[in-house]
């Protein structure tokens, strides 16, 4: 299945897109929390905002340098075990929301990555029970104040200012992750064109790992890394990251300064 969350100047809804990506079924209630239940209404994607499909309501988990390539361009290896950080929920956005340039960062930097939305509550889970636990899958940009992440020595501000974590378009329930294409563009020119099958920590072990440190919650969000081809956004330019089997996210970045 694939779920959107969406408006039409009303409450956010949620619903089923079909496979040509033109229409949504609505659902009754979120499909996090309830099950799967048709009102029997419909819409066009193109009649309605498609919104960030899921607000996580506890966290959001990074990981950083978990592609080799992408790990040598930063100027180092990768590190031995999944390195992880936390961006705030107030970061996330949805689609063709703007991504807002603060004033503190000159170098703001696209990221795009697999993200996958967690489905029920778990701790210390092992490798081979983690896909009871995966709700879906959805495409995220990892927006990272370069300069900041590197002045700062720790990524908090750098990767969580408001807006700097699009998510989208919507979660595909049904996906083997072992070798996506992932393509991001930057005003139509590919800058990253990788595959998850690059990934050194797969998505069992990152969610395993994660859940040694945390308690994952309904709705939480991980971000599986960056493929390598990470580099500057300009304000007006438009980030586009498309993953196989799910769809395709695109944000403009503006300034407001
Ligand atoms: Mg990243």
Redesign the pocket.
């Known amino acids: 299945m694939r779920i959107a969350r969406y408006t039409t100047d009303e409450d956010p809804t949620f619903g089923l897109v079909d496979g040509a990506g033109e229409k949504i079924a609505e659902l009754a209630g979120d499909p996090l929390f309830t099950p799967i239940s048709l009102t029997g209404n419909t819409v066009r994607v193109d009649e309605v905002r498609l919104l960030a499909p899921v607000i996580p309501r506890s966290k959001v988990i990074?990981?950083?340098?978990?592609y080799a390539e992408?790990a040598r361009e930063m100027g180092g290896e990768a590190p031995a075990e999944p390195l992880m950080f936390l961006i705030p929920n107030t970061a996330v956005v949805g689609p063709d929301d703007p991504v807002v340039m603060p004033p503190q960062s000159s170098n703001v930097h696209y990221?795009g990555?697999l993200a996958v939305v967690i489905g029920r509550m778990c701790k210390d889970l092992p490798v081979e029970r983690v896909k009871d636990v995966i709700f879906g899958y959805t495409c995220?940009d990892?927006v990272?104040a370069r300069d900041l992440q590197r002045s700062d020595g720790q990524w908090s501000r750098a990767?969580g200012f408001d807006t700097f974590c699009p998510l989208g378009p919507w979660i595909e329930t049904d996906l083997d992750t072992s070798g996506l294409s992932l393509v991001t563009r930057r005003d139509g020119e590919v800058v990253q064109d990788g595959t998850t099958a690059d990934m050194i920590h797969d998505v069992a072990a990152l969610i395993s790992h994660a859940s040694h440190a945390f308690t994952l919650l309904p709705g939480d969000v991980i971000?599986t890394?960056?493929p390598a081809g990470?580099g500057p956004v300009e304000a007006g330019q438009r980030v586009e990251v498309e993953i196989e089997g799910i769809g395709t996210l695109g944000n403009p970045f503006v300034r407001r300064d």
């Open positions: 990074g990981i950083g340098k978990n992408h990221e990555e995220a990892d990272t990767k971000l890394g960056t990470v």
